[in-house]
């Protein structure tokens, strides 16, 4: 018994340790703060939150907790990479938005988002999807998209049924009944995690820990996300000087560096079609889609036209074009600055716009009307 009392008197302080530790650091928001919790303060109370940035937060995880509260199908959906991250309810007239923009976003980033509004009855009337160039490059995919995996695995079993053939509906591939549920609130489990303890270990001696506020200012000294999904970008950014993106810009020519677009031969065609069929399934489900090609900036557009290598960019577009007059949707935007009028003032940094242009760059340039 002696023993007993000695091990126990031995174990239980480390086992305090262990749980004090990822509870106070709790990089992965598992226990003192949860996705959940945030998406709660965004969705029910309207507020915009600092500190996901400098907690290293997963936007494919907020994603989702806050798509799972959502009341009702919302108006306009926004979808794509960071490149559309800025466009906010205020640009399009209405409160029933969300900006479903996620980082270093992937085909099967949109497949995921398609599939969590569809599993949650929540499609919109419309949705404005962000197309860039790099999403037909597979040497550049990465597997963030891991983290709603069961998602695109059920759009994927969605779209097996489209009718290719006339893009006219689809069949039921089976699927329809099976219900996801992926956790993104507290895992008890956690508590007295070693493997978690030895992360949250590292993140101590480098005073760093998963810490949000909440805020209703609309700009701040730091990121924010705001509750409708679009994001305001911390103010070192949006005061920015030009001379500091071109001089960023320069360095990227001068490597020849065109962000996921090196090691770009051909265009993948599974990829190509799975946007295509994705654009089909929402058409038949009545949404109305609309695709957008977010600008290059002047300079990187200029080296991009006299690079051969980067030709495959005007084939994209080319590509995306045809896409639209054959689904018959509007198509926003061009890969090329000049129809916006962009220019090297307009940008944060080497690719993204600045929020205040952001409008600029949504011109209609295949109209629906003017189709054949």
């Known amino acids: ?57 997963n936007d494919r995880k907020l ?7 959502q009341k009702e199908p919302k108006e306009l959906i926004v979808a794509g990479s960071s490149r559309v991250m800025n466009f906010e309810h205020q640009m ?40 860039d160039a790099f999403l037909f490059n597979t040497s550049h995919n990465n597997d963030r998209y891991m983290e709603l995996e069961e998602y695109v695995a059920y759009m994927q079993g969605r779209l097996d049924g489209i009718r290719q053939d006339t893009g006219a509906g689809f069949e039921d591939s089976g699927l329809a009944d099976r219900s996801i549920q992926l956790c993104t609130g507290r895992d008890n489990s956690k508590w007295l995690s070693l493997d978690y303890f030895r992360y949250n270990v590292t993140c101590l001696s480098e005073h760093k820990r998963f810490a ?21 970008y911390q103010r070192s950014l949006r005061e920015v000087d030009v001379s500091e993106v071109e001089e960023l810009t320069r360095q990227s020519i001068e490597e020849h560096v065109v962000y996921r677009m090196t090691d770009y031969k051909e265009i993948d065609e599974e990829s190509m079609e799975m946007l295509d069929a994705l654009v089909g399934y929402l058409q038949a489900c009545g949404v109305e889609v609309m695709l957008y090609l977010p600008p ?5 557009y200029n080296y991009i036209e006299s690079e051969e290598q980067y030709e495959i960019t005007f084939r994209i577009e080319d590509r995306i074009r045809q896409m639209a007059k ?7 935007g061009s890969y090329d600055p000049a129809g916006c009028g962009l220019e090297m003032t307009d940008l944060y940094d080497i690719y993204h716009v600045k929020t205040e242009k952001m409008m600029d760059t949504l011109y209609l340039s295949v109209p629906v009307a003017n189709m054949p």
Not at 8 to 14: A, K, R, T
Not at 63 to 69: D, Q, V
């Open 212 to 232: 949000v506020g909440y805020t209703r200012e609309w700009e701040a000294e730091q990121y924010l996300k705001h509750y409708d999904g679009s994001i305001a």
């Open 296 to 300: 290059y900036s002047p300079m990187m």
């Open 63 to 69: 994603l989702l907790a806050n798509l799972k509260r």
């Open 92 to 131: 399009f007239g209405t409160d029933s938005f969300y900006n479903t923009g996620l980082s270093e976003s992937t085909i099967y980033d949109l497949l995921a988002v398609v599939g969590i509004l569809e599993q949650n009855g929540q499609l919109p009337e419309k949705m404005l999807i962000g197309v």
């Open 1 to 57: 018994m002696k023993k007993w009392c000695k091990a126990l008197l031995f174990v239980l302080p480390l086992l305090c340790m262990v749980a004090a530790v990822n509870w106070y650091v709790d990089s992965y928001a598992y226990l003192r703060v949860t996705y959940d919790q945030i998406g709660m303060q965004m969705t029910d109370a309207s507020m915009n939150v600092a500190g996901l940035m400098e907690s290293d937060f």
């Open 326 to 332: 054959d689904r018959s949707v509007a198509l926003y």
